[in-house]
């Protein structure tokens, strides 16, 4: 291998990584370059689904058109019309501070989660127990009933979400894993204690869609 330069392919797992391991242990002088490359373009691409997802945490992650539900909607259409403008602008400034507000809004309810998942001891898997996008699924269709279940629950006996807030679809797949965990109960009761319902305030907003109309998810 003298004077020689490895460029190792895939170099993350498997056979790669062998090589580039044993690569690494050649003394300087026995080696030049050596450059672990990961070729996987399905890494890539959920890694790039993770990244435009934890921008928006769209409540309906599937919906690539972000129409299915109405603060998708919204903050979709102020997304497009933003983009449309002469940035810096008035009305770019406008429109950018709107969803700025409407990300802070997700952000938090995503915060109360990620803080009740840290309390269940699961500090170091609460980041991957949240992330979901358009490829997620649900561990087993059995689990949706209950998990629509809960989620509702959650809604209507604890204040984790605001309360003009409409039922996102995406806590579903993390009430599931919850389900799947054995902690989904444990996880309720601490909500109940760290964000109970306040007296005298209602479930929903006025002109909130029905709970009963949470769908179901396809398995």
């Not at 050649?26 to 691409?45: C, G, K, Q, T």
């Not at 127990?129 to 009933?145: A, E, G, P, Q």
Request: hydrophobic share 35%; proline share 5%.
């Amino acid at each position: 291998m003298q004077h020689q330069v490895a460029i190792v392919t895939g170099g993350g797992t498997g056979i790669g990584k062998a090589i580039a391991t044993e690569l690494l242990h050649l003394a300087p002088s026995e080696r030049s370059i050596v450059l672990p490359l990961d070729n996987n373009p399905y890494s890539s691409f959920r890694a790039t689904l993770v990244r435009e997802d934890e921008k928006n945490l769209w409540s309906v992650p599937r919906d690539v058109s972000h129409t299915e539900a109405d603060d998708d909607r919204i903050l979709y259409n102020l997304i497009v019309v933003r983009n449309q403008q002469a940035k810096d602008s008035e009305e770019w400034q406008k429109l950018n501070y709107d969803i700025y507000t409407l990300r802070q809004i997700r952000r938090e309810v995503r915060n109360r989660w990620k803080r009740i998942l840290e309390d269940l001891g699961f500090q170091k898997e609460a980041d991957s127990l949240l992330s979901v996008t358009k490829l997620s699924t649900i561990s087993d269709s059995k689990n949706t009933r209950r998990a629509r279940e809960i989620l509702l629950r959650l809604a209507e006996e604890t204040n984790i979400f605001p309360t003009s807030w409409e039922l996102s679809e995406r806590y579903l797949f993390v009430v599931d894993h919850l389900i799947t965990l054995d902690a989904v109960e444990e996880f309720f009761k601490i909500a109940s204690q760290t964000y109970p319902k306040k007296p005298g305030v209602p479930c929903q907003a006025d002109g909130q869609k029905e709970l009963h109309y949470l769908p179901f998810l396809s398995p």
